[in-house]
């Protein structure tokens, strides 16, 4: 009896083994299709973050959104330097912590932008120069990250640095002035400050591979990565308009900044328009990103119209009621009809 059922439940066994092998995991295409953009984003790998303001969280509807879409929080302000430092060496970051707090309680992740920038500087850092300013700037890094260490997922270190047009060369700045290894100084002082963050450098109209910009930024990240210069990862800001576009190569610049070993994001998306143009430019710029594997994150520069930077131009996916616009509707189809063969783990 006792070899009977021993036998029974080795069989058994056997043909639940077959069972299971036989029949093939339920593709996530047959799923549903996500309801949110977070977990449409999630299913394919990638978050999807935004860009938020942290005295509009007492607002219900603003919060409701941003807590029902988002996986992702960009302080739009609170951590810039004229926010966390308006006097040197007197560090404020009550609204910084508001922002990362809301995010903590929902488990979502905090970009931080930005240590390092030309604008919203405080006074008395404009009024330095040479080495006190090289050492002010290093300092704050240095505070900065040490105070959100194992809070803020990912640092933008520095923006901006290089000018527009065709020369390629590094945008004219207090900062530019200490020298030009201010941006690895800056990354070592990050990367010291909290070993674990993911650190960027992030920059506007730097979307289409043939551009003098993306091009010089390309160069210095390829040299950081060879010389071992502490970066991560590199944001495309991608603010499009009818005069700058979603560029038709844009996968491709995505891909080549992915191919020197960094992750790429789309960190300050926004579209202006409205309609259906509006919403087939938010589904080739987020195809793009899928497109590449080493695009892990996209988030949009605000949640309604009415909260943008440049609210005229109605860029978002949500208008000033909150309600969903054409292009939320698209963003979220293209997200839902990612390959489920090609789902990648978030990062
Ligand atoms: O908080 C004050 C408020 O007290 C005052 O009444 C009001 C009067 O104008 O100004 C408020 O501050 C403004 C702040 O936005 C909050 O609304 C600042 O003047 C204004 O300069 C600031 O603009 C921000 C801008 O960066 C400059 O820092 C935008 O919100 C923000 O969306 C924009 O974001 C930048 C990214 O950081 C970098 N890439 C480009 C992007 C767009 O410019």
Redesign the pocket.
Known sequence: MRQLWSALVTVTAASLTAAVMLVPARPAAADPPATTLAEAAHRTGRHFGV?V?GHKLADPVYAGIVDREFDGLTP??EL?LDATEPLQGRFTFAAGDRVVDHAESRGQRVRG??LL?H??QPSWLVNLRGAALRQAMLDHVTQVVAHYRGRVAAWDVV??AFADGTSGARRDSNFQRTGDDWIEAAFRAARAADPDAKLCYND?NVENWSHAKTQAVHRMVRDFRSRGVPIDCVGL?S?FTAYHPVPADFAATLRAFADLGVDVELT?LDIEGSGAAQADAYRRAVRACLEVSGCTGITV?GVRDSDS?RSSGTPLLFDSTGARKPAYTAVLDTLNRFPATRHVPVR
């Open positions: 860009g303001s739009e302000n810039k932008q930005t920038w604008a919203a923006g901006e506007y800001q603010h300050e520069w930077w």
